[in-house]
């Protein structure tokens, strides 16, 4: 899920050639700059993660003991958000997950 139009962003090419490696259903949802919300989950359990400047950093490994961890509890969505240059509202900050 992305804040404004990535498919006219130079981040487009970079989308396109990760989700060619997943072998997992992906979906892009993009919202305007301002206003719009982020959809709700359509399976459950499910994890929304916000990506912007005010978030952890994570190494590759972290990264992946994290996913794998969400796999083995029975996570069946995980859906990245990436932030305008403002970062998130405060609403939307409220309905992601800590961990």
Do not use: H, M, N
């Amino acid at each position: 899920i992305a804040r404004g139009r990535i498919a006219r962003s130079p981040e487009a090419e970079l989308v396109d050639r990760y989700v060619k490696r997943l072998t997992w259903p992906v979906k892009l949802t993009e919202l305007p700059d301002i206003g719009g919300r982020i959809p709700p989950t359509t399976l459950t359990p499910a994890r929304t993660i916000l990506l912007d400047e005010t978030g952890d950093q994570l190494t590759s490994g972290e990264f992946a003991a994290l996913l794998e961890r969400w796999r083995d509890d029975g996570v069946r969505e995980a859906r990245f958000c990436l932030g305008a240059a403002d970062g998130f509202a405060p609403d939307e900050r409220a309905g992601a997950d800590k961990s």
